[in-house]
């Protein structure tokens, strides 16, 4: 079976980037469940938590740090969420190990997943902020 997130970091796949290195990728989630939600994945597969091994899960922390500060400057929300989830019946959609970053606001649905796919120039602005924000610093 063919992993989605793998075709994306061979670039046979699309995705609305905001930052890539040697190690991670950092993507816009396209059925986000609130503007500026994103998604890192370290670009060697492993399934999930279980299998991935600790420099991975060290980069995707570190990065995720960087992305929090960026989408609280671009989005201005009253939370992130930061949520990872294990095996289908935690949630997990696609089994390539990833986090989720998600911008939370008062009185909003505690969702994880949306059904509705993102509108592609809302998703390439608001990718291009973020990605300007984290080379800002």
């Avoid at 929300?77 to 989830?85: A, M, S």
């Amino acid at each position: 079976m063919t992993c989605i997130f793998c075709e994306i970091v061979r670039g046979n796949a699309p995705a609305f980037k905001v930052h890539e290195d040697d190690h991670t990728l950092t993507f816009m989630d396209i059925f986000p469940v609130s503007r500026g939600h994103a998604l890192i994945i370290p670009k060697d597969h492993f399934e999930n938590l279980f299998e991935a091994n600790e420099e991975s899960l060290a980069r995707i922390v570190t990065r995720s740090l960087a992305l929090a500060k960026a989408i609280r400057r671009v989005i201005a929300p009253d939370g992130l969420g930061v949520y990872q989830l294990n095996g289908a019946a935690a949630g997990q959609t696609v089994f390539h190990y990833h986090m989720h970053l998600i911008p939370r606001f008062k009185g909003g649905r505690l969702d994880l997943h949306s059904r509705v796919r993102g509108k592609d120039a809302d998703l390439e602005a608001v990718s291009r902020e973020i990605a300007a924000a984290l080379e800002a610093g």
